[in-house]
């Protein structure tokens, strides 16, 4: 999954999540599946050293792209 880079100002900082706040988010999805969904780049993150983050419009993008449409 490619995504494009944001330009950072003030008004565009937001608060980056952690593997544990995505897993909540997702009605608890184990913290394995979500690490699985980054190894498996269908989940784009951020590395600030050896931590990982996800931009929750990253996250927002992943669960739209898991959407389909009833029959």
Known sequence: METTPRALT???LVTLLTVNDVSQ???GLSVV???R???DRKI????IGRSVR???A???QYIEQQRREAL
């Open 58 to 60: 990253d996250l927002a």
């Open 25 to 27: 988010i997702l009605n």
């Open 44 to 47: 784009a993150i951020i590395r």
């Open 10 to 12: 003030p008004d565009s």
């Open 54 to 56: 996800i931009h929750p």
């Open 37 to 39: 969904l980054i190894r």
């Open 33 to 35: 599946t979500i690490r």
